[in-house]
Nanobody, 114 residues
């Protein structure tokens, strides 16, 4: 059974940076892994995702500002977020597994003030 534990969220001013981490307990996969975010009352949306072919895709709203990476030896996923904007405020979740078999972390809150 896979468990995901996120960390690194917090409050920053617009233009600032944060790096989110997601430590994987159990089987670590480099495919079908990534980050999503959710604003209360809305659907969870993909932010950065490495698919089953190893292709990383980014949401249009974060391209050029966010970067997804992972460390196999540490079994950890990262989301480097630069030039943060107030509209990036959300709960961020890491996920492992392709649609239908996905496991979620508990989430970490990111708040960006103007």
């Amino acid at each position: 059974q896979v468990q995901l534990v996120e960390s690194g969220g917090g409050s920053v001013q617009a233009g600032g940076s944060l790096r989110l981490s997601c430590t994987v307990r159990g089987r670590f996969s480099r495919y079908c892994v990534g980050w999503f975010r959710q604003v209360q009352g809305t659907d969870r949306k993909e932010v950065a995702y490495r698919d089953e072919e190893g292709i990383i895709r980014y949401a249009e709203a974060v391209k050029g500002r966010f970067s997804f990476s992972f460390d196999n030896t540490k079994k950890t996923l990262y989301l480097q977020m630069d030039n943060l904007k107030p509209e990036d405020t959300a709960m961020y979740y890491c996920a492992s597994g392709c649609p239908g078999t996905r496991t979620w972390g508990q989430g970490t809150q990111v708040t960006v003030s103007s």
